[in-house]
């Protein structure tokens, strides 16, 4: 079994920053790819970013590139989002996946999720 554990949330004014972690634990992964994907209230689980194994090749949404950073540290099981210039239209839950098959940007290609970090941007 595999346990991803989100952390870093929270409430921050427009145009500051936060970092979100994952942590995975459990079973031993074979070379995940990661992915960060969010849900406001009412709407679907979108897509945010997603970094391969080796850190090597990242994926962003268009409406976050720029703005946000997806990093990992094998060492540490733990993969990152760095949030800058965060905007009101950012407020969602944050949810950490992993797969070991695809680096994907839909949420069917992930396998394991975490519980989901509350991210509030005020204006």
């Known amino acids: 079994q595999v346990q991803l554990v989100e952390s870093g949330g929270g409430l921050v004014q427009a145009g500051g920053s936060l970092r979100l972690s994952c942590a995975a634990s459990g079973r031993t992964f074979s070379r995940p790819a990661m992915g960060w994907f969010r849900q406001a209230p009412g709407k679907g689980r979108d897509f945010v970013a997603a970094?391969?194994?080796?850190?090597?090749?990242?994926y962003y949404a268009g409406s976050v590139k720029g703005r946000f950073t997806i990093s990992r540290d094998n060492a540490k099981n733990t993969v990152y989002l760095q949030m800058n210039s965060l905007k009101p239209e950012d407020t969602a839950v944050y949810y950490c996946?992993?797969?070991?098959?695809?680096?994907?940007?839909?949420?069917?290609?992930?396998?394991?999720w975490g519980q989901g970090a509350q991210v509030t941007v005020s204006s």
């Open positions: 996946a992993a797969n070991e098959a695809v680096l994907g940007t839909n949420a069917a290609d992930y396998d394991y």
């Open positions: 970094i391969s194994w080796s850190g090597g090749v990242t």
